[in-house]
């Protein structure tokens, strides 16, 4: 019986975009892989959804962004008369592809609580994964990914302070989120887009557009990212996580998905997963691509009514969304004061110190608008010299380059203090 021919050529409807074309084979096969599927089912904003109910939208369609966003730039470049072959045009489109095939649960919220390896590690070994199964179709996409490969602009269009991830997502949270001061005019910024001596930069005209794009994404940061309230709800997530596994390597039972209870129960290193480690007759690598948001909400829901107090108040505080009072200073909160909230949790809830550690959290978290350490926003200009952003902007941009520090408490709601 004659196999049936697939039509892999489509047609994906975008609420941000709009159309986007998927006209490559390998794109198409990649994006029906379980591990890309697998993104429809972790959040963007991880748990930002508890204060923008909007923010619903997943690394799935993310990425489906990027991919159109970098097809645009690889029209815009051949245009300027820049060399990029099919071959190359079809490698950095697999690279920002998967460029977040690694992300966790919840994308960054459990990222160092859960496996303690960064999500870019992860990537780089599922799509040396997928290469093998593809029969190295994806090399040199891996090559990009890794800046690599002798044209080291392909890999800024990836992974640079003006990737396309980071336009589509400044674009798509704000889409998502209802605030407004993400949007940014991302049509423009790519039309701008140029290559000088190897490196992506932007032409002169376009340089509105970069100001723009540096303060919409300092003002995501603090507005969404880094909001207070989606703060207090990350926190308590972490410490979910962390209570939990204590419980588990103590002995006591923990309900957690067969997956989920591999990470919960052990902890592992790079190595663990470059080597292949096989855990419970399966490749490490696999029971993390087996992990999506549902492991942890359908375990989170189940530890609302377990033996132990502090998960039990914690799952709850999650699930039902009563979530901590958050706490936001310009400078670190005073001993004395952290000394008082630790004080009161244990005499409201009567738990020891060790305990109370749980039911509240304070730290600092920072941001930083522009890196002028790491890669540059070149700006061309006329005469063919190219200036960074900060030197050819006619406003003074030393406040996006500085690192913001903003320090937190988050204890319950319920503590009154005088």
Same mark, same amino acid.
């Given at each position: 019986?004659a196999?049936?021919?697939?039509n892999?050529?489509?047609?994906?409807?975008d609420?941000?975009?709009?159309?986007?074309?998927?006209?490559?084979?390998l794109?198409?096969?990649?994006?029906?892989?379980?591990?890309?599927?697998?993104?429809?089912?972790i959040? @963007? #904003?991880?748990?930002?959804? =508890?204060? /923008?109910?909007g923010?619903?939208?997943?690394? +799935?369609? %993310?990425? !489906?962004?990027t991919?159109y966003?970098?097809?645009?730039?690889?029209?815009?470049?051949?245009?300027?008369?820049?060399?990029?072959t099919?071959e190359?045009?079809d490698?950095?489109?697999?690279?920002?592809?998967l460029?977040d095939?690694?992300?966790?649960p919840?994308?960054?919220?459990?990222?160092?609580?859960?496996?303690g390896?960064?999500?870019?590690?992860?990537?780089?070994?599922?799509?040396?994964?997928?290469?093998?199964?593809?029969?190295? @179709? #994806?090399?040199m996409?891996? =090559?990009? /990914?890794q800046?690599?490969?002798?044209?080291? +602009?392909? %890999?800024q !269009?990836?992974?640079?302070?003006?990737?396309?991830?980071?336009?589509?997502?400044?674009?798509?949270?704000?889409?998502?989120?209802?605030v407004?001061?993400?949007?940014?005019?991302?049509?423009?910024?790519?039309?701008?887009?140029?290559v000088?001596?190897?490196?992506?930069?932007?032409?002169?005209?376009?340089?509105y557009?970069?100001?723009?794009?540096?303060?919409?994404?300092?003002?995501?940061?603090?507005?969404?990212?880094?909001?207070?309230?989606? #703060?207090?709800?990350?926190?308590?997530?972490?410490?979910?996580?962390?209570?939990?596994?204590?419980l588990?390597?103590?002995?006591?039972?923990?309900?957690?998905?067969?997956?989920?209870?591999?990470?919960?129960?052990?902890?592992f290193?790079?190595?663990?997963?470059?080597?292949?480690?096989?855990?419970e007759?399966?490749?490490?690598?696999?029971?993390?691509?087996?992990?999506?948001?549902?492991?942890?909400l359908?375990?989170?829901?189940?530890?609302?009514?377990?033996?132990?107090k502090?998960l039990?108040?914690l799952?709850?505080?999650?699930?039902?969304?009563?979530?901590?009072?958050?706490?936001?200073?310009?400078?670190?909160?005073?001993?004395?004061?952290?000394?008082?909230?630790?004080?009161?949790v244990?005499r409201?809830?009567?738990?020891?110190?060790?305990?109370?550690?749980?039911?509240?959290?304070?730290?600092?978290?920072s941001?930083r608008?522009?890196?002028?350490?790491n890669?540059?926003?070149?700006?061309?200009?006329?005469?063919?010299?190219?200036?960074?952003?900060?030197?050819?902007?006619?406003?003074?941009?030393?406040?996006?380059?500085?690192?913001?520090?903003?320090?937190y408490?988050c204890?319950?709601?319920?503590?009154?203090?005088?």
């Amino acid at each position: 019986m004659a196999s049936i021919q697939r039509n892999k050529k489509k047609i994906i409807n975008d609420p941000v975009f709009g159309f986007i074309n998927i006209q490559s084979d390998l794109v198409f096969d990649l994006l029906e892989h379980p591990y890309f599927q697998r993104l429809r089912r972790i959040k @963007q #904003l991880g748990l930002s959804f =508890l204060v /923008f109910p909007g923010a619903n939208h997943t690394r +799935f369609e %993310h990425t !489906l962004g990027t991919v159109y966003l970098m097809s645009q730039a690889i029209s815009v470049l051949r245009l300027k008369g820049h060399e990029i072959t099919e071959e190359e045009a079809d490698a950095v489109t697999l690279a920002i592809l998967l460029h977040d095939i690694g992300h966790g649960p919840f994308s960054h919220v459990l990222e160092n609580a859960l496996v303690g390896i960064p999500h870019e590690e992860i990537s780089l070994l599922l799509m040396q994964e997928l290469n093998r199964e593809f029969d190295n @179709q #994806l090399e040199m996409a891996g =090559l990009i /990914f890794q800046n690599k490969y002798p044209k080291k +602009f392909l %890999h800024q !269009l990836v992974s640079s302070q003006l990737d396309m991830d980071r336009l589509d997502y400044l674009v798509r949270d704000s889409f998502f989120t209802g605030v407004a001061e993400g949007v940014v005019g991302i049509d423009r910024i790519i039309k701008m887009l140029d290559v000088w001596n190897d490196q992506l930069v932007v032409e002169s005209k376009g340089i509105y557009s970069i100001e723009k794009f540096l303060i919409a994404r300092r003002l995501m940061y603090w507005q969404v990212y880094l909001h207070k309230t989606v #703060l207090a709800a990350d926190k308590i997530l972490i410490n979910i996580l962390k209570r939990a596994r204590e419980l588990g390597l103590s002995g006591q039972t923990v309900f957690a998905t067969p997956s989920f209870r591999v990470f919960l129960e052990r902890n592992f290193t790079l190595d663990d997963f470059r080597n292949n480690l096989q855990v419970e007759g399966k490749p490490l690598i696999r029971h993390f691509a087996s992990l999506d948001d549902t492991d942890i909400l359908a375990s989170v829901k189940a530890w609302e009514s377990h033996p132990d107090k502090i998960l039990s108040l914690l799952a709850n505080a999650l699930t039902n969304r009563k979530l901590f009072a958050a706490k936001i200073a310009e400078r670190p909160f005073s001993a004395t004061r952290i000394a008082a909230v630790q004080k009161e949790v244990c005499r409201f809830y009567g738990v020891s110190k060790a305990e109370a550690s749980y039911l509240f959290m304070h730290g600092e978290v920072s941001n930083r608008a522009y890196s002028e350490q790491n890669d540059h926003i070149l700006i061309l200009g006329k005469s063919g010299k190219t200036k960074d952003i900060r030197q050819a902007s006619d406003i003074d941009l030393s406040a996006l380059s500085k690192t913001v520090r903003k320090f937190y408490l988050c204890y319950p709601k319920e503590l009154v203090f005088n």
